[in-house]
Every structure is written in structure tokens, then in C-alpha cells.
């Protein structure tokens, strides 16, 4: 049997003035199918036009436990909800697009006919007055049973005449046009000039057949029965589809919680205002619905839009902790700074940037501000990235022009605007020595930054210590770059400089393509190139491994320490045994000084010492292990991401 997937709500401004009906209807997923519908209601002026109906989809008919949520969040509006006239900047989405409230009680009337036998009346009550009590705690809205009755809810093509009795029955929701076989609830609202004045609700009879699935459907029946439509936040008993009222606002998964969440508490109190619970609470309502950045070019920064936050409450204070973005294209740029605090009608204004990158497509994030009292809040942002990547240049090179100075090489961690740099050569007695830089983008093609080299603990030391680790400026390093294929690097150590040309070192076909950005779930790679150290990441800070992979084959450089505790470097050519398996033979290699002019290559001597073989869980885990000159270990091991969400290779 297919899964049965129902309810709800969608709500749209009608014409026809003082008459208006809003129908909040429901939808139905089935075979990963949705639909949209357009309803017509027929009324007493005639027909009223009420629009495109927007469904979000609620998992309904089943007892079990409620699944995992996201992060909590919010969207806010500064408003008085008695004054309310006209659209604003919503900050829960309301049912007519602006914040229509109850003037009194929602007094609610049941209508037991059609019940199915294995829920009892009972356990309807108790379910309804448990989901109006959540609404009731969250904000100053009051729900209230009335006596039973014998009117029928709205049907679920909106053919009946609108009570005003706020009925909440049970029907056969399975009746075309507009019904389905697996609708679980339809809620219909209808307004008088800006107030709420009905509210029905219909129970399906084929699927809210036990109290768990009637109390997920109440309590969200019951949010769109008090103005509210369905919240942009995921992970909330009100995420849904947004509506037409909200146009731009991006859409969000329902999740089929009995229980109310963050953002729907801020939206219930941002309609009503504070309950008894949280009266003496700061909160924030003046925040957007959502921010559009519109079309930005890979590798550049939007202009940073403002975004004010405004305490609303009457009595007590806003704490703002961090700020921050679920998305690395979207850039807190400063303002409102953690421990800013807000009285009653103060306000701070803080800003956020779109820097799209990866390839380019569709972004959407979520801002996110922390507060001490009833946060933390969240809203949408939306963007799109245009253009081509800008160049990467991760991956080994050695110097141009290719096989000219075998030996000696560098590798290139290249992400965001930073590249983590690992040059192995040789000291003045030929004996295996590596540097480090972390460059920073100057200019175009240029970056720049301090050479360093290091001390540490023994490549087999258990356990290597970090603290132990002793870096060593001992000057600096250029890379300009005049395609991403060529290059310069300049440097200068210990007072010795020197400028040699470079280009990307090709070992084997299927050369990838690296783009920082490409793929926020690092897990998901498929090539294995980059910068790897031990899991979990900086537990062993001051050594590493670089990964080169072209085809199938692994060029594998480890930056560690000799017995000694000097800086050394160890190479591994790896080719697959097994899927997801690599080994191959470990070498030390000896050759000329780094300062050597010219440098002949024909000194250079690599030696086999042993095995490497790594093995990969996924494409951001795995584990490395090695056997030299008979020492053996094996290290988990984890990519070294400095600037999220880190470049992947493909």
C-alpha cells in the first residue's frame, strides 16, 4: 500500500471584500508524486476566486515515534497584530499573506459523525484540546471547546456555505475533483474585513484512524486555524509549501511533529503576542521573510544587505549571540556582535553577502541568530551563481619545463582564496627536507605568504603529541599563475632566493578538474586528491599526507618527522587492490640541495622502505596504513579542510 502522506494547508487572499474565504487546502503525495490545484468556491456573492492552492505534505495514518529534526528557526515581522492593513515583511507566513488574528476565542464545535470506530471520542478531545493547549502556551491566543454540533465541516471541494460555527469533523476526503485517496485533513478559513471569523477542519476517516496520527494533524490544523500558513524553516510542525501570498519565499519539507517547535512558538507569538510562560521574555519579530541576492558571478561578493533586529516585546531583553550562515556561499559581514543586548524597541543592524561558490546553479541558505531567550531565530536566503569557476589550482606540480627536475615538487591545497602549500625537497646535505606556506590570493593570479618549516614527534611516536610540534619561519613564498596549468614560484629562504617556472606534474590519464565549493558533503567525493591528516581533524596537527589521484593511481607525499625529529618526507605510489584499497611501495628519496643551481637530477636516489596502503570509507574518511623499515601503524585518517566546505576533484 502506498505510503499515505496528507494534509494540508495552504492559504490564499480571495476576492469578494468582508466575504473573502481563504482556503487552506491539502494535498496528497503518492507514487513521489505532488500536485497543485485551483479552487473555485462557489458563495453567496457568486464565485469567489480563491486561488492557487499550495500544499505541503504531512506523513499521517501511522503510530510511530517523530523523526529527527533540523536546526530550529524563525522568520520575523514587527507588527501590532490589531492594527494590521496591509502585506508587510511576514515573519511566520500568514495564511492571507498579512497577520489576521481572532478578536476573541477560536470557540471550536465538534462534529463526531463519520468517526472512525478504532479512535474513540475521547481520545479526539483530548487531542485537540492537547494541540490547542500547545498553541495556548506558546502565545496569548485562546482555543476553546464548545458544545458538540450537527453541522458538517467544510467538504474538501469547498462546497458548503461557510458556517461561522468552526467545525472540526470528520469526511471523506477522497471525493473528486479536488480530493485524494490520501488526504489525512483540510482546514478551510475565511475572514471579515482583516479578522479571522471561521475555521473548519475535516478529519479523513480512511487515515486518522489512531490518536498519535489525530494529534500531528491537529496541532497543524490548528496553527493554520489561528492565521498562521506554513513556516519556511524546515523541521517545524508548520514547514511547508510557503504559498502564493509570499512569492520568492523558498519551500521547505513538511515533518509530521506532534509537537510545537521553535519557529512555530516565534510565529504564534509574534501573531498574538506572549503567553503567561513567556511574558517578561525579549523577542524579535522585524526580520525578514527571506533575502534574494539574485545573480552573482563564482568567485565574487554581493553587496551586503542590512538586516535589522528589533526587540519587541514590552518587557525584558535580547541577548544576540553568534550569527551565523548554514551556507558557506552566504557571508556574515558584521554588526549586532555577540553580547549586543536589546531592550524593549531597541534594535541593531547587521549585514550579509552573497559569495557563491562551487559551480554554478540555485543557492539557499539559512541565516541563523542566536538569543538567549526564545531563539534562535532563522530565515531563507536565496541566490544564484553565474558563471565559470574561478581557476584552482590544486594538485602537484614540479618545475616547467615537465621531467626537467624530477625530485622535488610542490602541492597545492587550494581552497577559497588560500593555498596550503607543502614543498618537498632536499637540505644542504641531501637529505629529505619539506617546507610550508599558507598563501594568501594578493592580486589576480598572485599569492603570497611565509615559508615555514618544522620539529615534531617520530612518525611512529604513539602517542604523537601536537604540542611537541615546532614551527620555524625561515622566509617566504610566491606563486604567480598564468593559466591553471602554469606557473611561477619564488622564494627566498634563509637569505637564498630563487625563481623557478612550474607546471602540473600528469602521472597517469584522467587528469581531474578541482573546484572549492563543488560539494558541500565531502563524503560524497569520488576522487580522493587533496590534503588528508588524522581523524578526528587537528588531533595530530603538525604532520599529513598529500594525495595526488589521477585514473586510478595515488601519488602520496607524507609530511612527518624522522626518528630524529627532523623534518622528513616520504613518498607512495598506490594502485588499487581491492574498491576503495590502495597500496603500494613507501620510498625516502636524497638529492640535491634546494638552493642548488642548477639542479641535477641525476643525484636524486629513491630508496624502497617499505608499504602504504590506504583504505577509504568514503570520500572525507579512511584510514592509512604503512610499514617502514619494519615499524608498522595504522593512522585513521580525515581531509584537512581550512576553508569550508573544502575543493573536491573529479
Same mark, same amino acid.
Given at each position: 500500500? &502506498?505510503?499515505?502522506?496528507?494534509?494540508?494547508?495552504? /492559504?490564499?487572499?480571495?476576492?469578494?471584500?468582508?466575504?473573502? #474565504?481563504?482556503?487552506?487546502?491539502?494535498?496528497?503525495?503518492?507514487?513521489?508524486?505532488?500536485?497543485? %490545484? +485551483?479552487?473555485?468556491?462557489?458563495?453567496?456573492?457568486?464565485?469567489?476566486?480563491?486561488?492557487?492552492?499550495?500544499?505541503?505534505?504531512?506523513?499521517?495514518?501511522?503510530?510511530? %515515534?517523530?523523526?529527527?529534526?533540523?536546526?530550529?528557526?524563525?522568520?520575523?515581522?514587527?507588527?501590532?497584530?490589531?492594527?494590521?492593513?496591509?502585506?508587510?515583511?511576514?515573519?511566520?507566513?500568514?495564511?492571507?499573506?498579512?497577520?489576521?488574528?481572532?478578536?476573541?476565542?477560536?470557540?471550536?464545535?465538534?462534529?463526531?459523525?463519520?468517526?472512525?470506530?478504532?479512535?474513540?471520542?475521547?481520545?479526539?478531545?483530548?487531542?485537540?484540546?492537547?494541540?490547542?493547549?500547545?498553541? #495556548?502556551?506558546?502565545?496569548?491566543?485562546?482555543?476553546?471547546?464548545?458544545?458538540?454540533?450537527?453541522?458538517?465541516?467544510?467538504?474538501?471541494?469547498?462546497?458548503?456555505?461557510?458556517?461561522?460555527?468552526?467545525?472540526?469533523?470528520?469526511?471523506?476526503?477522497?471525493?473528486?475533483?479536488?480530493?485524494?485517496?490520501?488526504?489525512?485533513? +483540510?482546514?478551510?478559513?475565511?475572514?471579515?474585513?482583516?479578522?479571522?471569523?471561521?475555521?473548519?477542519?475535516?478529519?479523513?476517516?480512511?487515515?486518522?484512524?489512531?490518536?498519535?496520527?489525530?494529534?500531528?494533524?491537529?496541532?497543524?490544523?490548528?496553527?493554520?486555524?489561528?492565521?498562521?500558513?506554513?513556516?519556511?524553516?524546515?523541521?517545524?510542525?508548520?514547514?511547508?509549501?510557503?504559498?502564493?501570498?509570499?512569492?520568492?519565499?523558498?519551500?521547505?519539507? =513538511?515533518?509530521?511533529?506532534?509537537?510545537?517547535?521553535?519557529?512555530?512558538?516565534?510565529?504564534?507569538?509574534?501573531?498574538?503576542?506572549?503567553?503567561?510562560?513567556?511574558?517578561?521574555?525579549?523577542?524579535?519579530?522585524?526580520?525578514?521573510?527571506?533575502?534574494?541576492?539574485?545573480?552573482?558571478?563564482?568567485?565574487?561578493?554581493?553587496?551586503?544587505?542590512? +538586516? &535589522?533586529?528589533?526587540?519587541?516585546?514590552? /518587557?525584558?531583553?535580547?541577548?544576540?549571540?553568534?550569527?551565523?550562515? /548554514?551556507?558557506?556561499?552566504?557571508? =556574515?559581514?558584521?554588526?549586532?556582535?555577540?553580547?549586543?543586548?536589546?531592550?524593549?524597541?531597541?534594535?541593531?543592524?547587521?549585514?550579509?553577502?552573497?559569495?557563491?561558490?562551487?559551480?554554478?546553479?540555485?543557492?539557499?541558505?539559512?541565516?541563523?541568530?542566536?538569543?538567549?531567550?526564545? *531563539?534562535?531565530?532563522?530565515?531563507?536566503?536565496?541566490?544564484?551563481?553565474?558563471?565559470?569557476?574561478?581557476?584552482? =589550482?590544486?594538485?602537484?606540480?614540479?618545475?616547467?619545463?615537465?621531467? /626537467?627536475?624530477?625530485?622535488?615538487?610542490?602541492?597545492?591545497?587550494?581552497?577559497?582564496?588560500?593555498?596550503?602549500?607543502?614543498?618537498?625537497?632536499?637540505?644542504?646535505?641531501?637529505?629529505?627536507?619539506?617546507?610550508?606556506?599558507?598563501?594568501?590570493?594578493?592580486? *589576480?593570479?598572485?599569492?603570497?605568504?611565509?615559508?615555514?618549516?618544522?620539529?615534531?614527534?617520530?612518525?611512529?611516536?604513539?602517542?604523537?603529541?601536537?604540542?611537541?610540534?615546532?614551527?620555524?619561519?625561515?622566509?617566504?613564498?610566491?606563486?604567480?599563475?598564468?593559466?591553471?596549468?602554469?606557473?611561477?614560484?619564488?622564494?627566498?629562504?634563509?637569505?637564498?632566493? $630563487?625563481?623557478?617556472?612550474?607546471?602540473?606534474?600528469?602521472?597517469?590519464? %584522467?587528469?581531474?578538474?578541482?573546484?572549492?565549493?563543488?560539494?558541500?558533503?565531502?563524503?560524497?567525493?569520488?576522487?580522493?586528491?587533496?590534503?588528508?591528516?588524522?581523524?578526528?581533524?587537528?588531533?595530530?596537527?603538525?604532520?599529513?599526507?598529500?594525495?595526488?589521484? $589521477? *585514473?586510478?593511481?595515488?601519488?602520496?607525499?607524507? =609530511?612527518?618527522?624522522?626518528?630524529?625529529?627532523?623534518?622528513?618526507?616520504?613518498?607512495?605510489?598506490?594502485?588499487?587492490? %581491492?574498491?576503495?584499497?590502495?597500496? *603500494?611501495?613507501?620510498?625516502?628519496?636524497?638529492?640535491?640541495?634546494?638552493?642548488?643551481?642548477?639542479?641535477?637530477?641525476?643525484?636524486?636516489?629513491?630508496?624502497?622502505?617499505?608499504?602504504?596502503?590506504?583504505?577509504?570509507?568514503?570520500?572525507?574518511?579512511?584510514?592509512?596504513?604503512?610499514?617502514?623499515?619494519?615499524?608498522?601503524?595504522?593512522?585513521?585518517?580525515?581531509?584537512?579542510?581550512?576553508?569550508?566546505?573544502?575543493?573536491?576533484? $573529479?
Amino acid at each position: 500500500m &502506498t505510503t499515505p502522506y496528507a494534509i494540508v494547508i495552504v /492559504s490564499v487572499r480571495g476576492v469578494g471584500g468582508d466575504g473573502a #474565504m481563504t482556503v487552506v487546502g491539502a494535498l496528497w503525495r503518492e507514487a513521489g508524486r505532488c500536485f497543485q %490545484a +485551483v479552487l473555485r468556491v462557489a458563495a453567496d456573492i457568486g464565485v469567489w476566486v480563491i486561488g492557487t492552492l499550495i500544499i505541503a505534505v504531512v506523513t499521517a495514518g501511522f503510530a510511530r %515515534a517523530d523523526p529527527a529534526l533540523p536546526d530550529p528557526g524563525s522568520f520575523n515581522i514587527d507588527l501590532d497584530p490589531a492594527t494590521a492593513s496591509g502585506p508587510r515583511a511576514p515573519k511566520q507566513l500568514y495564511t492571507f499573506g498579512v497577520p489576521y488574528t481572532w478578536s476573541g476565542s477560536l470557540n471550536w464545535r465538534y462534529n463526531d459523525a463519520g468517526r472512525p470506530t478504532s479512535i474513540s471520542k475521547t481520545d479526539v478531545i483530548a487531542g485537540i484540546n492537547a494541540a490547542a493547549g500547545q498553541w #495556548m502556551a506558546a502565545c496569548k491566543v485562546t482555543i476553546a471547546q464548545a458544545s458538540d454540533t450537527t453541522t458538517p465541516p467544510q467538504t474538501i471541494n469547498g462546497t458548503a456555505p461557510s458556517s461561522n460555527e468552526n467545525v472540526i469533523g470528520w469526511g471523506n476526503l477522497a471525493i473528486p475533483p479536488k480530493g485524494g485517496p490520501n488526504l489525512s485533513g +483540510v482546514t478551510y478559513t475565511s475572514s471579515r474585513q482583516g479578522a479571522l471569523v471561521d475555521a473548519d477542519t475535516t478529519f479523513s476517516t480512511t487515515w486518522i484512524t489512531n490518536p498519535l496520527a489525530l494529534r500531528r494533524v491537529a496541532v497543524h490544523e490548528l496553527g493554520h486555524a489561528i492565521g498562521l500558513a506554513h513556516s519556511n524553516v524546515e523541521g517545524q510542525v508548520m514547514s511547508g509549501p510557503v504559498g502564493s501570498n509570499n512569492p520568492g519565499v523558498p519551500d521547505t519539507p =513538511y515533518n509530521s511533529l506532534s509537537t510545537l517547535q521553535v519557529d512555530d512558538i516565534q510565529g504564534c507569538l509574534c501573531l498574538y503576542g506572549p503567553s503567561v510562560a513567556n511574558a517578561g521574555q525579549g523577542f524579535l519579530c522585524d526580520l525578514p521573510s527571506h533575502l534574494e541576492f539574485g545573480s552573482t558571478a563564482l568567485g565574487t561578493t554581493s553587496g551586503s544587505k542590512a +538586516v &535589522t533586529l528589533t526587540n519587541d516585546a514590552k /518587557s525584558g531583553n535580547v541577548v544576540i549571540g553568534q550569527i551565523s550562515m /548554514s551556507a558557506p556561499d552566504f557571508r =556574515y559581514t558584521g554588526g549586532c556582535y555577540p553580547g549586543t543586548t536589546l531592550a524593549p524597541g531597541q534594535s541593531c543592524t547587521f549585514g550579509i553577502a552573497f559569495a557563491p561558490i562551487g559551480t554554478a546553479g540555485s543557492r539557499i541558505g539559512y541565516a541563523q541568530i542566536a538569543t538567549g531567550t526564545l *531563539g534562535p531565530y532563522r530565515f531563507p536566503l536565496t541566490g544564484t551563481a553565474s558563471g565559470a569557476p574561478p581557476r584552482n =589550482y590544486e594538485g602537484l606540480w614540479w618545475n616547467a619545463p615537465a621531467a /626537467s627536475e624530477p625530485g622535488w615538487g610542490v602541492n597545492f591545497a587550494h581552497q577559497g582564496d588560500t593555498l596550503f602549500v607543502t614543498w618537498f625537497t632536499y637540505d644542504n646535505e641531501g637529505k629529505p627536507l619539506w617546507f610550508a606556506a599558507v598563501a594568501q590570493k594578493q592580486s *589576480g593570479d598572485v599569492y603570497s605568504g611565509e615559508l615555514f618549516t618544522a620539529t615534531g614527534p617520530a612518525f611512529n611516536a604513539v602517542p604523537f603529541k601536537a604540542s611537541s610540534v615546532l614551527e620555524t619561519t625561515v622566509g617566504s613564498a610566491t606563486f604567480s599563475f598564468s593559466d591553471v596549468n602554469h606557473g611561477t614560484f619564488a622564494w627566498n629562504v634563509d637569505g637564498v632566493a $630563487q625563481t623557478k617556472a612550474i607546471t602540473r606534474q600528469i602521472f597517469a590519464s %584522467a587528469v581531474p578538474t578541482c573546484t572549492f565549493g563543488a560539494q558541500a558533503n565531502l563524503a560524497l567525493a569520488s576522487n580522493h586528491q587533496g590534503l588528508w591528516w588524522n581523524f578526528p581533524a587537528n588531533s595530530e596537527a603538525g604532520w599529513g599526507m598529500y594525495v595526488t589521484q $589521477q *585514473g586510478d593511481t595515488l601519488f602520496i607525499t607524507w =609530511y612527518t618527522y624522522g626518528l630524529d625529529g627532523q623534518p622528513m618526507w616520504l613518498i607512495a605510489l598506490a594502485r588499487p587492490i %581491492a574498491p576503495n584499497v590502495y597500496s *603500494g611501495p613507501i620510498s625516502t628519496v636524497t638529492g640535491p640541495s634546494f638552493a642548488a643551481a642548477p639542479f641535477d637530477p641525476s643525484r636524486v636516489v629513491e630508496t624502497e622502505i617499505g608499504t602504504a596502503t590506504l583504505t577509504f570509507i568514503d570520500g572525507n574518511n579512511g584510514s592509512f596504513a604503512y610499514s617502514v623499515n619494519g615499524i608498522a601503524q595504522t593512522k585513521e585518517i580525515t581531509r584537512q579542510v581550512f576553508v569550508a566546505p573544502g575543493t573536491v576533484c $573529479q
